[in-house]
């Protein structure tokens, strides 16, 4: 099994920072990629970022430019640094990890962290 164990969420005011971490445990090879996913009240959850084994990272259009996400494969850690926050940022982030099971890709999630951002 894997485990992963977000942390970093908090309240911050709009234009603030912050910094998730994601600490991946357990069976964690043969991975195949990272990112993280949010889900605001009353919506679905939706896709926010990933970053595949070689580093290269992907976004969604309404991070694009505030948000970098990053890993340290040395420390099973992958992170995720909100910059310039709004309010319409604010939701349950979710840390996803894809490891190949038997030749399939399988995605573990984490159990989520608060975000909020006020005006």
């Known amino acids: 099994q894997v485990q992963l164990v977000e942390s970093g969420g908090g309240s911050v005011q709009a234009g603030g920072s912050l910094k998730l971490s994601c600490t991946a445990s357990g069976y964690i090879f043969s991975k195949c990629g990272m990112g993280w996913h949010r889900q605001a009240p009353g919506k679905e959850r939706e896709w926010v970022s990933s970053?595949?084994?070689?580093?290269?990272?992907t976004y969604a259009g309404s991070v694009q430019g505030r948000f970098t996400i990053s890993q340290d494969n040395a420390k099973n850690t992958l992170y995720l640094q909100m910059d310039s926050l709004k309010t319409e940022d604010t939701a349950v982030y979710y840390c996803r990890g894809c490891y190949f099971r038997n030749g399939v890709p399988v995605n573990y999630w984490g159990q989520g962290t608060q975000v909020t951002v006020s005006s």
């Open positions: 970053i595949s084994n070689d580093g290269r990272s």
